[in-house]
């Protein structure tokens, strides 16, 4: 076992890591004195009711798409560059960003991957620790993510990856997912393979990013933005279905 992680931490930012099929816990556990107040706003109870929900195995990338990989994506297929391009020599490994849903979802089309779904997400992000805040624990540690600074994202596996071999889970930037938003959908989606509602206005985003808080990095926050929004904090992570 030691030497699988020890493998997997060592991993080339595009190698790929399994999470295997099965089930796990989704959404926060534990209730705050919030929850039965409105002292917290309701949109920010979307995290609720906790389900266990069952997963076939998928793969996904160790690491955020970086901009040295989406270089090659825009080089191979003449796609638009995002708008901040060209990238300096020094930011060839941090993760790429100012890229729409659609974007992110052509580069991973290109790799023949896909984008991760939301269930997919937080399964791999909490590396088979059930219950915790952060892909570590329960405790914010600025030793081992990127959060809470206006200086932007940093190298791609910069900080220690979580159980199962994954970087950047929590930090550095948002991460497209592939489902579409729906606030209740944790009490009304599926329990088996769940891929989100139908349709709806905007896509998940999972993660948090360098220019969020504590409470916006954990496992189980949930963000959402229109799919065409490009914005300085948000890239993405490709997911494969199968072993």
């Known amino acids: 076992m030691l030497l699988v992680l020890l493998l997997l931490a060592s991993a080339a930012p595009d ?3 399994l999470i295997p099929a099965g089930e796990f816990v989704m959404g926060r556990t534990r209730l705050t004195a919030d929850d039965k ?3 917290r706003p309701h949109v920010l109870l979307d995290d609720r009711p906790d389900r266990t929900v069952w997963l076939e195995a998928y793969s996904l990338d160790t690491h955020e798409v970086t901009n ?4 090659e994506f825009v080089k191979a297929t003449g796609h638009r560059a995002p708008y901040h391009w060209p990238p300096g020599e020094a930011e060839q490994d941090l993760p790429i960003f100012n890229v729409s849903w659609e974007e992110a979802g052509a580069y991973c089309k290109w790799a023949g991957k896909r984008l991760p779904t939301e269930a997919e997400w ?3 992000a909490r590396g088979g620790l059930p219950g915790l805040d952060y892909p570590w624990g329960d405790k914010i540690d600025a030793k081992l993510a990127r959060f809470n600074t206006p200086e932007g994202p940093v190298r791609t596996g910069s900080y220690p990856p979580n159980q199962f071999g ?3 889970m929590a930090g550095n930037v948002s991460e497209w997912c592939s489902d579409w938003f729906e606030r209740s959908y944790y009490t009304t989606g599926e329990r088996r393979n769940p891929k989100g ?3 709806g206005e905007y896509k998940v985003l ?3 990013a360098f220019s969020d808080g504590p409470r916006r990095v954990t496992v189980f926050f949930r963000n959402w933005v229109r799919p065409n929004q490009r914005t300085p904090n948000v890239g993405f992570r490709c997911a494969r279905s199968g072993p």
């Open 15 to 17: 190698a790929m890591v």
């Open 206 to 208: 999972r993660g948090g």
């Open 37 to 39: 107040t409105n002292m």
């Open 197 to 199: 509602p139908a349709a």
């Open 122 to 124: 937080e399964r791999a």
């Open 68 to 71: 040295r990989n989406y270089a």
């Open 166 to 168: 994954l970087y950047d």
